[in-house]
């Protein structure tokens, strides 16, 4: 921890805080992240996403996976890290295609290098380690930073794809966003070691836990870990011990599986309040700023939401048509079935 | 084992497989629930509603979240006398538990030369038509009916959810219990009872019906039932039967009751190639071929990914569907 939950620098945070600058740009990018979530909790709540995991909390962690990201590198999210993939650049609106039921992933990963959010627990892990040894072999610097939660991190493929990154050296960085729950599983049910950064210890890669409401101690792990892995020392796991401050998604009722004081007790360690207060008592951040972080973040509320109210009705053609390089001779036959279907309807009405 | 039918309740197919789990778990101490948020939360369908309340932590519990793990615990749970029970959350879920299934839960009993029997049952909530995101809606029976050593079923009302759950976990095999989930809320008669009785295996005809025979199982029973109930209204008599288990296949009951139409439509939700519905169809064409007006239709998915939920009641076999195909089985008045 480098800021404590009152924004007050701890002894190890004194004169090892990220500069200034990192600082606003990591608070401006929470302020946005949060208000996404809101957006898109009212979105939900309107009937315009099909479900949202929301990551209301745990901004701190969401902004600063992408925050340490050079332009080439990757970054490997799982369902609940859209704050991170609109904070790495990805449209709001096309983040969001998935959760609204456009389509499976409404983003071309290539574009911010930005894999697809990934639903199967863990299986995006093993990707990324393939995408970083790749880059390895093509000679590029990149660097992949992988996320995933407390409750994956139980899944085999959490285990094979550390143990792979280990053996092959790949420039990877683990980011567990431990939010102590997977659905209602809290985390002494989900694992016995000391903590999740130890995971790492048995596959020989050094593993270290952060306060993952500190934006500061994140900025400052997260970017070590990376810089590691760029100059070819070989894959980190880190910990960001956050919490979940809203049910798994809309659909879920927290109250059947934990009390409202512990969700009292963390909010009090609010990621986005700790920053600010720290950044105002330095006099590096004011009003002025301050109301242009707000004005940004409503930008990109606004754009959510016109972008998820504009209904493009999804083309059934698009059923057929990424299924293989070349429509298989019986994929082309059930296509001219359902347009035929559709026409018919057509003349019906 | 003697049947009794005790009392009837109306419940929802949820709530009939919750009393399946809890009547199962009252009379026999060897019965274990376990999986991904079971416990306190009762599950994410609330299956197991109230489980662990009733009867602890040791019969009715959360594990770590690892499908592969739950499935091999299983397995050993079960070569050490006892039956489990265990939830895999979603049908896309299932697959990192695919190599316990295929490779131990399924031969076991045949490695073993009938040494070591699996008394276990894996419920997978499967199919589609409830608006979810890509990995919650697949219908992935065709690779576990595809794998010999497992017995699979699949109810289509809160009855058979009920009857069947006590099948599958009296059962001295294993047995992959699919629950369509768009008819967990769909509210039926259950006759409940006490005892084991290993019934796995029995079609039944849902619907009498002359002219052609509808032939679906699980998530699509209410669909044929509801195109032989528009096609009455046309004059044309649709007979509907409900496999209700896929592995054993009553071969006896579907063959009748093609027999007595003279054709037939097999309705499936899964994508077609290389599916259950092509086992059907195939069977039925092989079997019943002498008392055969017409080949045998499939109306299934199409061969595709599940679509996103805008697109996904393109995907499902509709009333129209059916009733297109029906209109295909080469009538003379035609
Ligand atoms: C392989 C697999 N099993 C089960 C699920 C269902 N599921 C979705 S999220 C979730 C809990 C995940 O918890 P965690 O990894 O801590 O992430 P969080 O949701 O807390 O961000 C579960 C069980 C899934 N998506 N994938
Ligand atoms: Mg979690």
Redesign the interface.
């Known amino acids: 921890m480098l800021l404590d939950p009152d924004g007050r620098p701890t002894a190890a945070g004194k004169g090892s805080l990220p500069d200034a600058e990192a600082l606003l740009r990591g608070l401006a990018g929470m302020i946005a992240a949060r208000r996404f979530n809101e957006q898109a909790g009212v979105l939900v709540r309107q009937g315009r996403l099909?479900?949202y995991p929301s990551s209301y909390g745990q901004e701190a962690c969401q902004v600063a996976a992408a925050q340490v990201l050079a332009d080439g590198d990757w970054l490997f999210p799982t369902y609940r890290d859209t704050a991170a993939a609109v904070a790495r650049g990805v449209d709001p609106v096309e983040v969001l295609g998935?959760?609204?039921?456009?389509?499976?992933s409404g983003y071309d990963p290539y574009e911010r290098n930005v894999a697809p959010l990934t639903?199967?627990?863990a299986t995006q892990l093993p990707h990324a380690v393939g995408v970083a040894h790749a880059a390895r072999l093509r000679g590029t610097r990149t660097v992949v930073l992988a996320m995933c939660g407390d409750?994956?991190t139980?899944?085999?493929?959490f285990h094979e794809a550390l143990n792979f990154a280990a053996v092959f050296r790949a420039p990877v960085v683990f980011f567990v966003q431990n939010n102590q729950y997977?659905?209602?599983?809290p985390l002494a049910?989900?694992?016995a070691a000391p903590s999740l950064a130890h995971k790492g210890v048995g596959y020989g890669i050094p593993g270290e836990h952060v306060d993952g409401n500190d934006l500061a101690a994140l900025l400052d792990v997260l970017s070590r870990a990376v810089d590691r892995a760029r100059t070819g020392a070989g894959p980190q796991l880190v910990e960001g011990r956050t919490y979940r401050i809203q049910a798994h998604t809309n659909?879920?009722d927290a109250t059947?599986?934990r009390s409202d004081d512990e969700v009292t007790e963390w909010a009090a360690k609010d990621p986005i309040a700790r920053l600010e207060t720290y950044l105002r008592a330095e006099g590096i951040l004011d009003d002025t700023r301050a109301a242009a972080f707000a004005g940004a973040a409503e930008e990109v509320a606004h754009r959510t939401r016109d972008g998820i109210n504009r209904d493009v009705e999804?083309n059934?053609d698009?059923?057929?048509r990424f299924?293989y390089a070349e429509p298989?001779p019986?994929?082309v036959e059930?296509l001219a079935m359902?347009r035929d279907?559709l026409s018919r309807e057509e003349g019906h009405r | 084992m003697t049947t009794i039918a005790v009392e009837h309740e109306t419940l929802s197919t949820a709530q009939a497989l919750n009393r399946a789990l809890r009547d199962a778990l009252a009379e026999d101490p060897t019965v274990l629930v376990f999986g991904e948020d079971v416990g306190p939360l009762g599950g994410v369908f609330r299956v197991t509603d109230g489980l662990t309340a009733e009867f602890g932590e040791d019969r009715c519990f959360d594990t770590p979240l690892a499908e592969a793990g739950i499935a091999g615990f299983a397995v050993g749970l079960a070569m050490n006398g006892m039956r489990p029970v265990m939830e895999m959350q979603f049908d896309a879920f299932a697959y990192p538990a695919f190599e316990q299934v295929v490779s131990h839960i399924a031969k076991m009993r045949n490695r073993t030369r009938g040494r070591v029997e699996l008394p276990l049952v894996m419920r997978v909530p499967y199919a589609g038509g409830i608006g979810g995101v890509e990995h919650h809606c697949d219908s992935s029976e065709a690779y576990f009916a595809h794998t010999p050593g497992l017995h699979v079923v699949a109810p289509s009302n809160p009855a058979d959810a009920y009857s069947l759950l006590r099948d599958a976990i009296a059962s001295p095999d294993p047995v992959v219990f699919l629950e369509p989930k768009k008819l967990y809320w769909a509210k039926g008669d259950v006759a409940l009872r006490s005892g084991r009785e290993p019934g796995i295996g029995t079609a039944v005809v849902r619907r009498q019906g002359t002219d052609a025979t509808l032939i679906a199982y699980g998530s699509s029973v209410p669909v044929a039932i509801e195109a032989a109930e528009v096609a009455a209204r046309d004059g044309r008599s649709l007979q509907v039967v409900d496999l209700r288990s896929l592995v054993p296949f009553d071969d006896a009951t579907v063959c009748g009751a093609v027999e007595s139409t003279g054709r037939a439509v097999v309705v499936a939700e899964a994508a077609g190639f290389a599916s259950v519905a092509s086992e059907i169809a195939a069977r039925v064409g092989e079997r019943c071929f002498h008392s055969l007006s017409a080949p045998v239709r499939r109306v299934t998915g199409f061969d595709i990914p599940y679509p996103p939920p805008k697109l996904e009641h393109l995907q499902l076999p509709s009333v129209d569907r059916i009733l297109d195909a029906v209109d295909d089985l080469q009538w003379e008045d035609a």
């Open positions: 099909a479900v998935l959760l609204k039921g456009d389509w499976h639903t199967p627990l409750g994956a139980s899944e085999g493929d997977a659905i209602s599983v049910r989900q694992s659909a879920d059947r599986y999804p059934p698009d059923l057929f299924v298989t019986q994929l059930q359902v279907e």
